[in-house]
């Protein structure tokens, strides 16, 4: 593993000095596009075929429909029987499954037709990665790269270190076969015994920044059996908040949901309410919304989760005495913005000291769920407090 590591290091420098990835005429040639069934194509598909003038079909073989994004549906076979009728044509590729993009790329040698990362399209047609444009985010990771790469002699496993390198290659080459993915069913805690994030006490004061409708809660109490001290849950879209209310048939004890969101001061700020898990703060939005400090909110907490689209780091800034006194873990995602995690481990470090930090990405086919964690101890196992 160590030599993985310093191989994937290598890269990194190698990609850092290597000019941006372009497509060729991307605008004007023939386009097909693959992988149409992911949802990273359902958040970006119709912008890129917007952005170009010549898309000719969309490659799918189950789809029940005629078209997608106004564009013809093509099966994998007629693919294979018209594509040389576009010499200079080229195939963008939406796949979040590796699997999936393996047969692609096959299939893309069967018909002599190149074939590209979507994430490249996004960067030249000026798309966003998350809440900022994909050739942003590249050129915000170059500006602090050496912070970055220092951060791999700050955690505790080859596993973090290879997720770290291997994301910085994603950005820097928009090669998403880079990225280093691990279990989703481990994300921000797990219940299998065979865990790389955390496993949970019986005694937990867990707080949810970011709720939802209550899928972490809900999975909480699974991997508890119902067993725990306390749940507070922050939300401040109205729409998924109801559900939240209503999280668990059965009455849960001292579970309370709260209906603002979380910022290191009381204010009030202009949010976009989707009903949907991207609803976030935004000088554009349709709805105002309270913010509060955890600090004045909360006394106890042992495990703290935050996935707030983008404002982690304003959040922990809210924390300080909580995360001083208490010492939580914690599970922070740190994708929506290049330098979250940078930023977010510049909040740990102004709070507590002697912390242990692993890094996971749980989602292998975009920028998505990239996830810091951070303990008072070394390894999964909870402390003896909660245990």
């Not at 310093?6 to 000095?17: C, D, F, I, M, S």
């Not at 109801?242 to 059965?250: A, D, F, G, I, R």
Request: some cysteine.
């Amino acid at each position: 593993m160590k030599e993985r590591v310093e191989a994937l290091k290598a890269q990194v420098l190698r990609a850092a000095g290597a000019p941006e990835s372009t497509i060729d005429g991307l605008k004007e040639r023939p386009v097909f596009l693959a992988g149409v069934a992911s949802e990273i194509a359902a958040m970006h598909g119709q912008r890129v075929v917007e952005g170009c003038e010549r898309v000719i079909a969309a490659i799918a073989d189950t789809s029940n429909e005629a078209t997608i994004y106004q564009v013809p549906i093509w099966t994998s076979e007629e693919f294979l029987q018209r594509a040389r009728q576009y010499p200079d044509a080229v195939v963008l590729d939406f796949a979040s499954d590796p699997n999936e993009r393996g047969w692609l790329v096959m299939l893309c040698e069967l018909a002599g037709v190149e074939r590209r990362d979507c994430v490249e399209a996004q960067a030249q047609l000026g798309l966003h990665a998350v809440y900022e444009g994909v050739r942003t985010y590249r050129s915000r990771t170059l500006e602090r790269l050496d912070d970055f790469l220092k951060l791999a002699d700050r955690f505790g496993d080859d596993l973090s270190r290879t997720t770290l390198f291997g994301n910085l290659l994603f950005r820097l080459t928009y090669d998403r076969n880079h990225i280093v993915r691990s279990s989703p069913t481990d994300e921000y805690f797990s219940g299998w015994s065979d865990a790389s994030t955390f496993h949970l006490g019986t005694r937990e004061h867990f707080v949810d920044c970011g709720a939802y409708q209550g899928p972490i809660v809900q999975k909480f109490l699974g991997a508890t059996a119902y067993r725990y001290e306390s749940i507070t849950a922050f939300e401040p879209d109205r729409l998924n908040f109801e559900k939240l209310k209503n999280v668990s048939p059965h009455q849960l004890h001292d579970y309370r949901p709260v209906n603002k969101a979380v910022s290191s001061k009381r204010q009030k700020l202009k949010f976009k309410e989707t009903g949907t898990m991207s609803s976030y703060v935004s000088d554009e939005g349709d709805v105002v919304v309270e913010t509060v400090r955890l600090d004045d909110e909360l006394d106890k907490v042992t495990f703290l989760k935050m996935d707030v689209e983008g404002f982690e780091t304003d959040a922990l800034k809210g924390a300080r005495r909580l995360l001083s006194s208490q010492r939580p873990r914690a599970a922070v995602c740190v994708y929506h913005y290049a330098h979250c995690l940078l930023r977010v481990m510049e909040q740990f470090d102004a709070a507590v000291e002697d912390y242990h930090f692993r890094l996971r990405q749980h989602f292998g086919g975009y920028y998505y769920d990239l996830v810091l964690y951070a303990s008072p101890i070394g390894g999964v196992e909870p402390p003896a407090l909660v245990a």
